[in-house]
């Protein structure tokens, strides 16, 4: 918001009323609550001031913020990565998702043992104990599609993921019947990308579009990309930028909504 009037740091320090810019620089950089009162002035210095409720919603749910997530107390410390953790809290208060899967369902669509499968397939030296921890965390990320407000959710599948027969044919079934029925949710829209559409946009692989913050229309929300080394995050708006571009082209690639839920119905058998 101070980018977009013009006002440099200092000039806007002064405007809320602060005897220098560093109080507002550690703000700006999430590291420091702001007052109400300096939030007033400065959402009405950026002619925002529109704003104020949803700021004073904001402030004030962060200054509470004492409960645990849910995987904290649903797991054994230090179980989940810290490179995970974001994605979890990003899933877990999105108003969108938009997901691209090259390979497989998305662990938001997963059944159990296709889950189980899974973790079994790339995780082959794990124990039974926590074969049953990485699929119950799978499991626990699905429950943001039945909260009372969920999610807009949109996935677009590459063909393939529907024949990889992940955990034999009966489980991969089972999954496609399970996409079936989401894909009858409101909130829910999958489609799915044919062998025969060739060349596509999303050769660079697989990622989630996450939109938060209904409240902060400016923000841009994140994109991340999982690799075998790290969880990626791209926050940056010209980062996401390309991903969108990439979402707009996929949409446009793939079935209709219509057209791929009666390939999954087809493919489930």
């Known amino acids: 918001m101070r980018n977009a009037t013009g006002l440099n740091l200092k000039a806007a320090a002064q405007a809320a009323g602060e005897t220098g810019d560093k109080a507002l620089m550690q703000v700006e950089r999430g590291r420091n609550l702001p007052q109400v009162a300096n939030i007033d002035t400065l ?3 950026y002619g925002c001031r529109d704003q104020l409720p949803n700021f004073r919603s904001l402030l004030k749910n962060a200054g509470k913020r004492n409960w645990k997530d849910w995987w904290e107390y649903s797991f054994p410390a230090d179980f989940v990565p810290e490179q995970s953790k974001l ?3 990003c899933e877990a208060s999105a108003v969108r998702l938009r997901m691209y899967q ?3 369902v998305p662990e938001l669509f997963q059944t159990g043992d296709y889950a189980e499968a899974l973790v079994r397939a790339s995780m082959p030296h794990a124990s039974d104990d ?16 039945d909260r009372p407000e969920p999610p ?3 996935c677009v599948l590459d063909e393939a993921v529907l024949r990889r027969t992940v955990g034999g044919h009966d489980v991969l079934a089972a999954q496609l019947a399970h996409l079936a029925e989401l894909a009858a949710r409101p909130n829910v829209d999958i489609r799915v990308l044919t062998e025969e559409s060739g060349a596509h946009a999303g050769t660079g692989g697989s990622f989630t579009r996450i939109a938060l913050l209904p409240e902060l229309p400016t923000y841009p929300g994140i994109v991340h990309v999982r690799t075998a080394a790290h969880d990626l995050y791209y926050e940056e708006p010209d980062e996401i930028e390309p ?14 909504a219509d057209e791929s839920l009666a390939l999954l119905e087809d493919a489930a058998g």
């Open 152 to 154: 807009d959710v949109q």
């Open 102 to 104: 090259a390979q497989f």
């Open 243 to 256: 991903f969108d571009e990439v979402w707009t082209l996929l949409l446009e690639q793939a079935l209709s």
């Open 130 to 145: 926590e074969v049953r921890l990485w699929s119950r965390l799978a499991e626990g990320r699905q429950d943001v599609l």
């Open 43 to 45: 959402l009405s210095t």
């Open 87 to 89: 994605l979890l809290s």
